[in-house]
């Protein structure tokens, strides 16, 4: 778990701090600032103590999750799970949204430090653990900011 945390704390910060306000996504069709509030949200989302349901037939879910643990890239076209529809988007200036995204992170990694036997619902991958959230956002960081050309 420790190097998932460096990964958050210390390189995901720099390659954010490289995303430029006009970058251009080599897939996709969110611009930099809706993918920051996408990224926020998703933050959000992996601390929130609300009732997510579970879409994934139970007999796939060992397999979502064995993707996680996997150094296997998200895909282009992943859907997006529609409780980020419940959670309040925000569009600001680049440098704005780089601290708010940030500042979820720190909120989530709070959370989880504070709350060790901590388990929260994902729409796609079931029940998960902190330390496979914390995997899921590696995976989602990464796959965001090749998105924008960060690699």
């Known amino acids: 778990m420790k190097n998932l945390h460096r990964y958050l ?3 995901f ?18 611009n930099v600032i ?9 933050f959000v989302l992996s601390y929130s103590q609300g ?6 037939p ?5 397999r979502a999750q064995a993707f996680l643990a996997s ?4 895909l282009p076209g992943a859907e997006i799970p529609r409780e980020y529809a419940d959670i309040e988007a925000i569009e600001d200036d680049l440098d704005e949204m780089k601290l708010l995204v940030l500042k979820e992170m ?23 653990t902190r330390r496979q959230w914390l995997q899921l956002h590696k995976k989602h960081t990464e796959h965001h900011l090749r998105q924008f050309g960060i690699d």
Request: aromatic share 6%; no cysteine.
């Open 13 to 30: 910060p720099v390659k954010l701090k490289a995303l430029e306000p006009d970058a251009k996504a080599r897939f996709g069709e969110m």
């Open 9 to 11: 704390l210390l390189d």
């Open 34 to 42: 809706q993918m920051l509030d996408h990224l926020r949200k998703a």
């Open 106 to 128: 720190v909120a989530m990694l709070s959370h989880y430090e504070n709350n060790p036997r901590f388990s929260q619902n994902h729409p796609v991958f079931g029940r998960l």
């Open 71 to 74: 150094d296997k890239p998200i």
């Open 51 to 56: 009732d997510i349901e579970v879409r994934t």
């Open 58 to 62: 139970e007999e796939h879910i060992e």
